[in-house]
């Protein structure tokens, strides 16, 4: 069972926009930035958004996060079939003095 | 390029012990904290370890604390992590992972290893 909550699933159609949530507690995301990471089939996690809503260098404005309170979103819009791959949330936890991860999000494109 | 490179994964029995290494290059290894994921075979992402650039900060998951000991050379710019008391459940990828500048172990994980296999298993 993961500190955060995501959904397991999540699907859409190519150009379709999608969300995706996580859901958290005071200790975490209620108290800290929210990290979203895209791990493509067979690869290394890499680094969607960090600190909320900021997108590293080279990843397309499609990409973009939010947070309200103790939950956040990722929303991806003109949904692509390279984006087919699982989506992590991660905030570091104060209770926890760790990070604290969701237990993924696989995402399809139909 | 900026890149990390894990080593040391392999088959070890219940009880044992191994030690990852993770070679960095192409920035400055000891201005940056790190860190170490882990992902079981068909699992998602879990923490164990964060270590500050100056090793002033040491944080572990609950389910290794006790058992695994992060550490950085940066002479050598090098990371590791040694696992001792190693149980099936260890089994997984394991990565390291960048995080930020200095003594904050709180930012985003931007540059990721490969990975290595570490499997736990008579």
């Known amino acids: 069972q993961s500190v955060l909550t995501q959904p397991p699933s999540a699907s859409g159609t190519p150009g379709q926009r999608v969300t995706i949530s996580c859901s958290g507690s005071s200790s975490n995301i209620g108290s800290n930035y929210v990290y979203w990471y895209q791990q493509l089939p067979g690869t290394a996690p890499k680094l969607l958004i960090y600190?909320?809503?900021q997108r590293p260098s080279g990843v397309p404005d499609r990409f973009s996060g939010s947070k309200s309170g103790t939950s956040a979103s990722l929303a991806i819009s003109g949904l692509r079939s390279e984006d087919e791959a699982d989506y992590y949330c991660?905030?570091?936890?104060?209770?926890?003095?760790?990070?604290?991860f969701g237990g993924g999000t696989k995402l399809t494109v139909l | 390029e900026v890149q990390l490179v894990e080593s040391g994964g392999g088959l070890v029995k219940p009880g044992g012990s191994l030690r990852l290494s993770c070679a960095a290059s192409g920035f400055t290894f000891s201005s940056y904290s790190m860190n170490w994921v882990r992902q079981a075979p068909g699992k998602g992402l879990e923490w164990v370890s964060s270590?500050?650039?100056?090793?002033?900060?040491?944080y572990y998951a609950d389910s290794v604390k006790g058992r695994f000991t992060i550490s950085r050379d940066n002479a050598k710019n090098s990371l590791y992590l040694q696992m001792n008391s190693l149980r099936a459940e260890d089994t997984a990828v394991y990565y390291c992972?960048?995080?930020?500048?200095?003594?904050?172990?709180?930012?985003?994980?931007?540059?990721w290893g490969q990975g290595t296999m570490v499997t736990v298993s008579s």
């Open positions: 270590i500050s650039s100056s090793s002033s900060y040491i």
């Open positions: 991660a905030a570091w936890d104060d209770s926890l003095s760790g990070w604290v």
């Open positions: 992972a960048r995080g930020g500048r200095g003594n904050s172990v709180h930012d985003a994980f931007d540059i």
């Open positions: 600190s909320n809503n």
